[in-house]
């Protein structure tokens, strides 16, 4: 199916570990891109393709990919890091996709 | 330093008529894959439309027909002319530059940087 799945929150305590993921088909065929929102800013993006980070994002943000599913792994998880995180892949006829987005909640 | 500034959102009557504009700096419009994706109030990210550096334009199924990508290689700006607008097109609209890589393990696609986003409200 054309579509890209999130859980819409998750919650983590301050400096623990978070799998953030996203499933799709699309997934089987394109790397997932992932970017962070904060409230009333533009997304920025934290990972892309196999395990990519831009430059500017901490290394304690990492992603994976296994079959149809994409994960954002924060590994020792800070205040600022409370945003909406949203995966981006594409389609079959190469149009955009996005999923629906996670809330991340750091205790 | 490599940035977009988008412009043009305002209050517009159903079935009225807006363009947006995206300034670029840093780099090249022309030279690069450029998108708009919007957001409407508190739900999540939406692509709209791309252009391709060769020009070729697509478009989501929920904007085709009504909505126009274009860019001004002169004035390094990308626009949305957007058309019949429907009070589901409220959303803030941003314009992304995009990555793709192919490689032996598969695509690669990015967005990056994003604008400050312009918000277009559609309401009678």
């Known amino acids: 199916s054309s579509e890209l799945t999130q859980d819409p929150a998750v919650s983590v305590a301050l400096g623990q570990t978070v799998r953030i993921t996203c499933q799709g088909d699309?997934?089987?065929?394109?790397?997932a891109s992932w970017y962070q929102q904060k409230p009333g800013q533009a997304p920025v993006l934290v990972i892309y393709?196999?395990?990519n980070r831009p430059s500017g994002i901490p290394d304690r943000f990492s992603g994976s990919s296994s079959g149809n599913t994409a994960s954002l792994t924060i590994t020792g998880a800070q205040a600022e890091d409370e945003a909406d995180y949203y995966c981006?892949?594409?389609?079959?006829?190469?149009?955009?996709?996005f999923g629906g987005g996670t809330k991340l909640t750091v205790l | 330093e490599v940035q977009l500034v988008e412009s043009g959102g305002g209050l517009i009557q159903p079935g009225g008529s807006l363009r947006l504009s995206c300034a670029a700096s840093?780099?090249?419009?022309?030279?690069?894959?450029m998108s708009w994706v919007r957001q409407a109030p508190g739900k999540g990210l939406e692509w709209v439309s791309v252009?391709?550096?060769?020009?070729?334009?697509y478009y989501a199924d929920s904007v085709k027909g009504r909505f126009t990508i274009s860019r001004d290689n002169s004035k390094n700006t990308l626009y949305l002319q957007m058309n019949s607008l429907r009070a589901e097109d409220t959303a803030v609209y941003y314009c992304?530059?995009?990555?793709?890589?192919?490689?032996?393990?598969?695509?690669?696609?990015?967005?990056?940087?994003w604008g400050q986003g312009t918000l277009v409200t559609v309401s009678s």
């Open positions: 992304a530059r995009e990555g793709r890589y192919y490689d032996s393990s598969g695509n690669y696609n990015w967005f990056d940087p």
């Open positions: 840093g780099f090249t419009v022309s030279s690069n894959y």
């Open positions: 252009i391709y550096s060769g020009g070729s334009t």
């Open positions: 699309s997934l089987r065929s394109y790397y």
């Open positions: 393709g196999k395990n």
């Open positions: 981006n892949s594409r389609d079959s006829s190469g149009n955009h996709l």
